[in-house]
């Protein structure tokens, strides 16, 4: 066999002569690779947004939250009069859930369904009750000014927290002495102290984000609107009655919080008569729900990115092979001046391996192009891994010992004899 | 003629038999073949198309082994050799040199006479001192870094000469060397070989058809079907 570095050399020569026709054979796997890497970061991407939704909301935290009943439910409720509602978390389900092993505590949050209006317009804002322990609970941060203090809770301050999607709605840009300001809704009026910023993308289910909402104390809500809410129907008032509509329940141990929510449902079967006026939310279980799904489609689209890798390795053999049958003279020479049979293979062979690893490079650098172009313009975040890119390098060059193995060995198998004699 | 010494024999022919199968049918190409070659001679095979005299050239190139009798290369028996050790010994021990002379057209000069140093292992530095000198010694030490394809066919052949010198072979192996030559370039040709045998010691053995050549050989070998029908030497002509 040849020195090393001296078959390298001989092998790269040989694809240098015949550059154009190199990359065309390196196409398929460029483009093979290209898509694969290209995929990988937008599913990639997509998994990772949407992990972060979920996480935001808290992977040690149980969702307990109000839904309104179907109308066509068992018809139990007080639906039937027309004018009271009542449905939704109690006092009983708080003290319950508060008391059950791994609890750790529960944070309230209330809809006031208070309308908040910007002159006439009525703005798609809520005024929500929340709990003490709610801007750590939510994941959420103050931007300006500062959170409820205990003090608002224990004196029922007319206080609130804006999130910074109301600042926007209600605010002109720009304006700066926000926090201090006043906010009126219906017949009351309340101080903002500060403003609050959510970049989780945290939803809650029925409630959406801390950042549409202007939070109050629980107290304060008690004491000013109650648990009542009232809403015109033509010229009916409907009352809506819901004494809390989420608990945001924090547990101690997240490896049994599957069992905690599962008492809790069951609990809240047995107490509300059958009625679905609730339902339990486990961003865990979200989560890993999540990571299968993202998962499959990760292996689904890469499966169909390499079948290209698959085509783009046929090309470089029969291009091989055809290149063996052009070289055969050249053949016939190398072993009559002492190439081994080895030698020839392994020339052929390092020439694919070349070509298809110098085609998974460009191959990276293309899918790395592709997923830059695709935040750029489809607004869609791509997370291309270290992992990937190496797999493909290493995945591409095995496609070229695979497709590269049988030109190579049919090179090697070229009778001298014969290929010296044919002119 | 004096009694040739044993190490003195460089190639050793007993009864070689070549057969080839058409279909079921065997056709003998090389019906038994006794001769042998000693160090530093020139040796022609002559014989018309037909004669088995491109089946010899393969064998004794080892590029084909026979299918009966022995073919003994410097006291080595052929036949029992590997392909890699057929490789090897090919590599080291002879010298090809080609009607058409097979060199690399996109190799220069000095990597073209370099290629047989690659399939010995022999280093990159010495490779190219090897290569200038051998370069100079077929009278191109001027064109190194040419192509062929820039060269005359003379010149082409000078080349391939060169490089069949790479890994002083025990014997240069010439088939029609002077065939895709004018005249005047074909002596020129057979003058360097001349030259070569005689001032150097090379032993060469060329296959041809070409009767005009024979006065340049000192033992000639003329095969017909297969056969050696005449075989002389032209002794004293250089002793």
Same mark, same amino acid.
């Given at each position: 066999m040849m020195l090393p570095r001296d078959l390298l050399q001989l092998s790269l020569h040989n694809l240098l002569l015949h550059k154009v026709r190199s990359i065309l054979t390196s196409l398929g796997v460029i483009f093979g690779v290209g898509s694969v890497i290209a995929m990988l970061a937008i599913s990639e991407g997509a998994k990772r947004k949407a992990l972060s939704q979920i996480e935001a909301m808290g992977i040690d935290k149980i969702l307990v939250y109000a839904k309104k009943p179907s @109308?066509? %439910?068992?018809?139990?409720?007080?639906?039937?009069? %027309?004018t009271t509602e009542r449905y939704g978390l109690t006092s009983r389900d708080l003290v319950h859930i508060r008391q059950?092993? +791994?609890?750790?505590r529960v944070t309230l949050m209330h809809d006031t369904r208070q309308k908040v209006r910007k002159g006439i317009d009525r703005m798609d804002l809520k005024l929500v009750a929340v709990g003490y322990r709610f801007l750590l609970d939510s994941n959420s941060r103050i931007e300006q000014g500062r959170w409820l203090s205990p003090a608002d809770y224990k004196q029922q301050s007319m206080v609130c927290v804006i999130g910074q999607n109301v600042k926007r709605k209600l605010f002109n840009l720009?304006?700066?002495?926000? @926090?201090g300001s006043v906010l009126r809704i219906g017949q009351q009026v309340f101080t903002i102290v500060g403003i609050l910023h959510n970049d989780n993308g945290t939803q809650y289910p029925e409630?959406?984000?801390? +950042?549409d909402m202007i939070l109050i104390p629980t107290t304060t809500s008690d004491a000013v609107f109650g648990s009542y809410s009232f809403t015109m129907f033509g010229r009916q008032t409907r009352v809506t009655l819901v004494d809390y509509d989420l608990f945001i329940v924090t547990t101690h141990e997240i490896m049994h919080i599957d069992d905690t929510s599962k008492r809790i449902s069951a609990y809240l079967q047995k107490t509300h008569?059958? @009625?679905?006026?609730w339902d339990v939310l486990v961003p865990l279980d979200l989560l890993k729900q999540r990571e299968a799904t993202q998962n499959i489609f990760t292996i689904v689209m890469s499966s169909i990115a390499s079948i290209s890798l698959i085509v783009g390795g046929i090309g470089i053999m029969n291009i091989m092979l055809a290149s063996v049958y052009e070289r055969r003279k050249e053949i016939g020479t190398r072993r009559a001046l002492g190439a081994q049979k080895s030698d020839i293979l392994v020339q052929f062979l390092i020439e694919t391996v070349t070509l298809t690893s110098l085609g998974g490079m460009l191959g990276v650098v293309m899918g790395i192009g592709i997923s830059q172009l695709i935040t750029l313009y489809a607004d869609m975040p791509t997370v291309y891994s270290i992992w990937s890119i190496v797999a493909s390098l290493l995945i591409s060059s095995l496609v070229g010992v695979i497709f590269g193995t049988y030109p190579a060995w049919k090179a090697a198998q070229q009778n001298p004899i014969t290929v010296l004699r044919a002119e | 003629m004096a009694p040739a010494e044993e190490s003195d024999v460089i190639v050793r022919l007993v009864d070689l038999r070549k057969t080839y199968m058409a279909g079921s049918l065997p056709v003998p190409v090389l019906k038994g073949l006794n001769f042998t070659v000693r160090r530093g001679s020139f040796v022609g095979i002559v014989g018309t198309s037909g004669s088995g005299k491109s089946t010899l050239l393969n064998i004794l190139g080892m590029l084909d082994v026979p299918t009966s009798g022995q073919y003994l290369l410097e006291n080595i028996a052929?036949? &029992? /050799? #590997?392909d890699t050790e057929l490789a090897i010994i090919r590599n080291r021990k002879i010298g090809f040199i080609f009607q058409s002379f097979?060199?690399?057209?996109? /190799?220069t000069i000095e990597q073209n006479i370099e290629v047989p140093m690659l399939y010995g292992r022999v280093p990159a530095r010495i490779r190219r001192a090897r290569a200038l000198e051998l370069a100079q010694k077929v009278r191109l030490g001027h064109r190194l870094?040419?192509?062929? &394809?820039?060269?005359s066919g003379g010149e082409c052949q000078r080349v391939a000469i060169a490089r069949a010198l790479s890994n002083n072979p025990a014997f240069l192996l010439a088939d029609?060397? &002077?065939?895709?030559?004018?005249e005047k370039t074909g002596i020129e040709i057979m003058d360097l070989f001349h030259k070569l045998n005689q001032e150097q010691g090379v032993t060469i053995i060329m296959v041809t058809?070409?009767?005009?050549?024979? #006065?340049?050989?000192?033992q000639v070998i003329r095969l017909r079907d297969g056969l050696i029908m005449e075989k002389f030497s032209a002794e004293g002509l250089h002793q």
């Open positions: @109308v066509e %439910g068992t018809g139990e409720n007080a639906e039937e009069t %027309g059950m092993d +791994n609890v750790e720009g304006q700066t002495d926000i @926090v409630l959406g984000s801390p +950042n008569d059958k @009625v679905r006026d | 052929v036949e &029992t /050799l #590997s097979n060199l690399f057209p996109h /190799l870094g040419h192509r062929p &394809t820039q060269l029609e060397p &002077t065939g895709n030559l004018d058809h070409n009767p005009a050549l024979e #006065s340049h050989y000192d």
